[in-house]
């Protein structure tokens, strides 16, 4: 069963930044479209954002837009979620998904993924 692999998450305070990294060693990720998602303590699992396989599309949750940005390189076969301006409300495990589906709207349907991964840990406090 193939796994993705999170990274990059940690401790950070208030208005900080950080780089998570999604990998997909032993298949590609080319094929798929890649979703983030977050949960946060005592609360369901929440999407956060989606990148269409090709790149081209990108969508976010109203609580993160113009804070963070998705990113591709099928390159390196890594997905990236660059996370600025950091609040406490942003805390949890973040989780990275594949997937091939498009559903009630979007190319990243929770229940339509392929593949997960993890998780990575974001703490957001002072």
């Known amino acids: 069963q193939w796994q993705l692999v999170e990274s990059g998450g940690g401790l950070v305070q208030p208005g900080g930044s950080l780089r998570l990294s999604c990998a997909a060693p032993?298949?590609?990720?080319?094929?798929?479209?890649i979703g983030w998602f977050r949960q946060a303590p005592g609360k369901e699992r929440e999407g956060v954002s989606c990148?269409?396989?090709?790149?081209?599309?990108?969508n976010y949750a109203d609580s993160v837009k113009g804070r963070f940005t998705i990113s591709r390189d099928n390159a390196k076969n890594t997905v990236y979620l660059q996370m600025n301006s950091l609040k406490p409300e942003d805390t949890g495990v973040y989780y990275c998904?594949?997937?091939?589906?498009?559903?009630?709207?979007?190319?990243?349907?929770?229940?339509?993924?392929?593949?997960w991964g993890k998780g990575t840990l974001v703490t957001v406090s002072s």
């Open positions: 998904a594949a997937g091939r589906a498009y559903s009630s709207g979007t190319y990243c349907p929770y229940n339509g993924m392929d593949y």
């Open positions: 990148i269409h396989r090709s790149g081209g599309r990108t």
């Open positions: 032993g298949f590609t990720l080319d094929y798929y479209h």
